[in-house]
């Protein structure tokens, strides 16, 4: 009965279950429906060739550990929308949307940079030649599309940071049923359109992004945001803002790209050991991406409450918050965990429905264990994503970047390029090594988070609070 009635009261109390859910169901319907996307996009590959399977995520990685640096960067107004919010100063909150805007152009530029150099950085790589031609081919088109994508991430924090999370998971569904439907319209050749497999795949997701973004705009120009929030009389380079966004979120944006970098580079090396073996671990990770996709949903919602709670002082609801939401992770992981280990063919069958046979048995048993390395790391990885959140969302971006950097370089990176290049160990020992390493990922933001440096952080200037004046209208107080 003490357990019910403390689950009855962390559901109604501020910043308990029933806060954490209101803000993240959206962003996890939201998050869900981007690994719809990505696994929707997969399958179809799949089906159309074991080569284009295999280079959808290596190309795909490279191009968002890219873009990922302005993401990290742009998307970390949200937590100033946060803060200000919590604050109550509205007529900084457009402003800060607008420079993230900006780091979009630079970031949209940079990938237009980067087309012409697709060809020799994936013939270093040295993937199969098939293989090669589709890295290419999805890597220069998905450039095109960056800019948008910067740019769609930065305005998504005008309505996280307040906690308006409904707008971005309907933009985000739309945006993804225009992918799938291009997707099939596009990889096969369907309802008249030519059939373009992988170039196919690539158009569809940049059109997508595209669409959320003018979406975004539309809503963020609204004349009553406009009002309140100076939504567009903020759209000025403002440089003091953007230095403060700069001096927190490119922090945030390179930890975001380093991560993605080991990450990446994981890949590529798995590709080294045969186009079975890559195409097992893209499945994988795919399939991964529905428990990973959800638990960003909620570590996206600890961040905007952490951010609003320091930014009323209130560093109690933001731990509150905090533990709330890594409860309700846990629960979640542990459940999609069990069917991984014990029934990882249903997550396997929707590849296999129009592969072929022979060429997917191989991939098959190698997935079904790989499945098995999932469902360990994805219990850790929720420590990782909740604790990170939150203390991103309180300013401690510098720490997240400073163990993500070395972690990754001493216990993804190096032992899996010894590992795989040196001593030619297979793709089982690859991904225990990545295990280790979002195990230790998870602990090392956990211990950071219980030693409370970020309850003294905010990325807004200090509020001097007001003394009100002893008129004959202001009541005195003894």
């Given amino acids: 009965m003490k357990i ?29 429906a981007w690994a719809v996307q990505h696994f929707v996009d997969r399958m179809f590959l799949t089906w159309y060739s074991p080569e284009a399977i295999a280079a959808a995520m290596p190309a795909g990685m490279l191009n968002f550990t890219v873009m990922s640096l302005f993401i990290g960067t742009a998307s970390y107004a949200g937590t100033f929308v946060a803060q200000y919010y919590g604050a109550g100063i509205y007529k900084k909150i457009g402003p800060s949307v607008w420079q993230g805007a900006y780091i979009a152009v630079v970031g949209g530029i940079i990938h237009l940079f980067l087309i012409p150099l697709a060809r020799p950085v994936f013939a270093f790589i040295g993937h199969d030649p098939l293989v090669q031609t589709n890295e290419i081919i999805y890597f220069q088109v998905l450039c095109l599309g960056a800019a948008p994508g910067i740019a769609g991430a930065a305005m998504a924090g005008f309505f996280s940071g307040r906690g308006k999370t409904w707008p ?38 940049i059109i997508s992004g595209y669409f959320a973004f003018f979406i975004y705009l539309i809503l963020f120009c609204k004349r009553s945001y406009n009002e309140k929030y100076h939504t567009l009389k903020g759209f000025r380079l403002n440089l003091n803002l953007f230095k403060r966004l700069m001096h927190f979120g490119l922090p945030s944006g390179i930890q975001f790209s380093l991560d993605m970098v080991g990450f990446s580079i994981f890949i590529l090396l798995a590709g080294r050991l045969g186009t079975t073996n890559l195409a097992a671990t893209n499945i994988a990770f795919n399939i991964n991406t529905l428990a990973f996709m959800p638990m960003i949903g909620i570590g996206i919602a600890i961040s905007i409450l952490v951010g609003q709670s320091l930014g009323k002082n209130r560093p109690d609801l933001a731990e509150r918050s905090t533990y709330s939401g890594f409860h309700m992770t846990i629960v979640y992981t542990t459940i999609i965990a069990f069917f991984y280990m014990v029934m990882p063919d249903i997550f396997l069958k929707p590849f296999a429905a129009q592969a072929n046979p022979e060429t997917f048995e191989s991939i098959r048993q190698i997935a079904r264990v790989l499945l098995r390395f999932v469902a360990i790391y994805a219990i850790f990885d929720t420590l990782n994503i909740v604790f990170s959140s939150a203390i991103k969302g309180a300013g401690d971006t510098r720490f997240v970047l400073k163990m993500i950097i070395v972690l990754s370089s001493l216990l ?15 793709v089982y020992t690859a991904w ?16 950071r988070f219980i030693q409370g440096k970020w309850r003294t952080m905010r990325v807004i200037e200090e509020v001097i609070p007001v003394i009100p004046t002893m008129m004959s209208e202001t009541p005195s107080m003894k």
């Fill in 432 to 447: 225990t090594i990545f295990t280790f390493y979002v195990i230790a990922l998870g602990f090392a933001f956990l211990l």
């Fill in 412 to 426: 993804l990176v190096i032992p899996s390029y010894i590992a795989v290049i040196i001593f030619h160990k297979g």
């Fill in 4 to 32: 019910i009635r403390w689950l009855i009261n962390r559901w109604r109390c501020e910043n308990g279950y029933r806060d954490i859910l209101v803000v993240a169901i959206p962003l996890i319907l939201s998050t869900s």
């Fill in 168 to 205: 971005i998971m309907w933009i985000n569904c739309s945006a993804t049923f225009v992918n799938l439907v291009l997707d099939y319209a596009m990889i096969f050749g369907n309802w008249g359109f030519p059939e373009m497999g992988m170039k196919g795949a690539a158009i569809a997701t």
